[in-house]
């Protein structure tokens, strides 16, 4: 049996706070680099996500039960966004983008670069800002990674990345 490669849904989760709208999706397989999201001024959102790695007949598939391909996924967002300030964050399996509120949507391409081990972030001005010094803790959780708590909210990154929460 050979492996078929097909456009899969992404199933998704949108949040919406005060001043922000949060979209998550599993995409698993994929590298931060492999993924792109696209904001239009139609206040529409598109996921795309390519997947490099097929078995390419170097084995041979015995049950096939989970899909190989791309994963492709275009949704109406709530309300109006600023996609020029958004956060895009990949790690285990799933991304996630914080899009802030606006009186009008604002288009942008997002793409992710890669900032540890099959992690990906695009910072934008959407919630927590990244500044040199800040009120947080380091908290070692792995020997190359550490999980930065803001002190403000609690909210917890892996991107070895430094960042105050706007609160």
């Not at 914080?98 to 540890?116: D, H, W």
């Amino acid at each position: 049996m050979q492996e078929k490669q097909k456009v899969q849904t992404v199933p998704v989760k949108v949040y919406r706070s005060a001043d922000r709208i949060t979209v998550a999706a599993p995409l698993p397989g994929l590298q931060p680099e492999d993924i792109m999201v696209t904001v239009t001024e139609e206040g529409h959102v598109v996921i795309y996500g390519e997947v490099r790695g097929m078995l390419k007949d170097i084995k041979e598939l015995l049950v096939d039960e989970w899909s190989v391909g791309g994963y492709h996924r275009e949704l109406d967002l709530p309300g109006p966004v600023d996609g020029s300030q958004a956060n895009a964050t990949y790690g285990n399996g799933v991304l996630v983008v914080s899009l802030p509120r606006s009186a009008s949507s604002t288009a942008a391409v997002l793409r992710l670069e890669k900032v540890g081990l099959d992690r990906g972030e695009r910072v934008g001005l959407a919630g927590h800002v990244q500044m040199k010094e800040t009120n947080i803790s380091s908290v070692p959780i792995m020997e190359a990674e550490s999980l930065v708590l803001c002190q403000n909210c609690n909210a917890a990154n892996t991107a070895l990345q430094f960042f105050v929460c706007k609160l």
